[in-house]
């Protein structure tokens, strides 16, 4: 994500826009107003942070914080901070070799037997931790004669059996848009599962349409879904409601979350993610060490902690509840486990 990301498209007749493309159209922006919305005191460094990477956060979100708060986890996960502008070795703008894995632009061929087409650069919500917030989405951006270069890739490969939607989110974009577009990968033979990783149904959960249910079940291709929530608190009666109906429409889901020092860094909340998931139909999956990218570095948690924090949420909870803790290191064909 970066500053020549596309902007999300808009309606020209707003009152036709699904209620989801509302939301995400009237998502916050100016760290000023989210500071205000949350009854906290200006801050002028989060205004000139933001130019690099914007602020945005969709106002649902913001309404799952607790005003007054700073340290709030859902804030730190989206307010600009200044600290992000120092450098800190080690941290780099591709942290994971992407530009070396790109097959075809915005065709990621990194992992055996599957490929990652980054459709688009907008976010319903920007992480500051994000890996891909220096990502060039304006060139590996896979539409026009991108998208055939793309096609051709992944039908000369008959080894891929799996087609992953990142980005960026992938549900940003509209669904008559995504249908498509799925209708091309299927036609591929070899293709069998589609798996869509999206931030979306967490932070705006009114992107569960009856439209996205029909074309992520109405494929050839076996969808699986991998959502991405940090805390347990970012997952509301509103978030359940929308996960459980991905989950009664036979969709496997599954969570991923990210490590991150001062928001979930204590086995009291990973524990409770975990159960909060569960009651919403998702199975964790992954816990990931966070990923060297550039301004992130205030985020980390050192291996000796996270192994101690992964041992205790392993003595607290059934099996299947416990995700795996992995890094993702730049050239291994899959993530290395901790
Ligand atoms: C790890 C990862 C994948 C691949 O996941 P596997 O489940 O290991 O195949 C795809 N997309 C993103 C963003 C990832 O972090
Ligand atoms: S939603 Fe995903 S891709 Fe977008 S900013 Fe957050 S972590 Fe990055």
Redesign the pocket.
């Known amino acids: 994500?970066n500053k020549t990301a596309p902007i999300i498209p808009r309606y020209t007749d707003a009152e036709h826009a699904p209620a989801w493309r509302r939301a995400l159209a009237e998502a916050v922006t100016r760290p000023a107003e989210l500071l205000a919305l949350l009854n906290l005191p200006e801050e002028p460094a989060a205004e000139s942070t933001a130019d690099a990477f914007g602020l945005?956060v969709p106002r649902g979100f913001i309404a799952r914080m607790h005003p007054g708060d700073r340290r709030d986890p859902l804030l730190l996960q989206v307010l600009p901070d200044a600290i992000e502008c120092q450098a800190v070795a080690g941290y780099l703008a591709d942290p994971l070799g992407e530009a070396a894995a790109m097959a075809a632009p915005g065709l990621l061929h990194k992992y055996r037997g599957r490929a990652l087409l980054t459709l688009t650069g907008a976010?319903?919500?920007?992480?500051r931790?994000?890996?891909?917030?220096h990502y060039p989405y304006a060139e590996a951006n896979p539409s026009g004669q991108h998208w055939d270069q793309a096609l051709a890739y992944l039908a000369a490969d008959p080894s891929l059996h799996e087609i992953i939607l990142?980005?960026?989110?992938p549900l940003s974009l509209p669904d008559e848009r995504l249908a498509e577009r799925v209708a091309e990968l299927a036609a591929i033979p070899h293709l069998r599962r589609l798996r869509i990783?999206?931030?979306?149904p967490v932070?705006l959960p009114e992107r569960i349409t009856d439209e996205l249910l029909d074309w992520l079940t109405g494929s050839r291709l076996r969808p699986v879904l991998v959502v991405?929530a940090n805390h347990p608190r970012e997952i509301d009666a509103d978030v359940r409601d929308g996960l459980r109906r991905l989950g009664a429409a036979g969709i496997p889901v599954l969570n991923q979350s990210?490590l991150l020092r001062g928001i979930n860094d204590a086995a009291d909340t990973l524990c409770a993610l975990s159960e909060a998931l569960f009651e919403a139909g998702v199975l964790p999956y992954y816990l990931h060490q966070l990923d060297h990218v550039q301004g992130a570095a205030h985020f980390a948690v050192d291996d000796a902690r996270a192994r101690a924090l992964f041992k205790e949420i392993r003595s607290r909870l059934p099996g299947y509840l416990v995700p795996r803790l992995v890094r993702e290191q730049a050239g291994e064909p899959a993530k290395t486990p901790l």
């Open positions: 994500m945005r976010c319903g919500i920007h992480c931790y994000c890996f891909r917030r990142s980005g960026g989110d990783h999206s931030r979306l932070v991405h990210v």
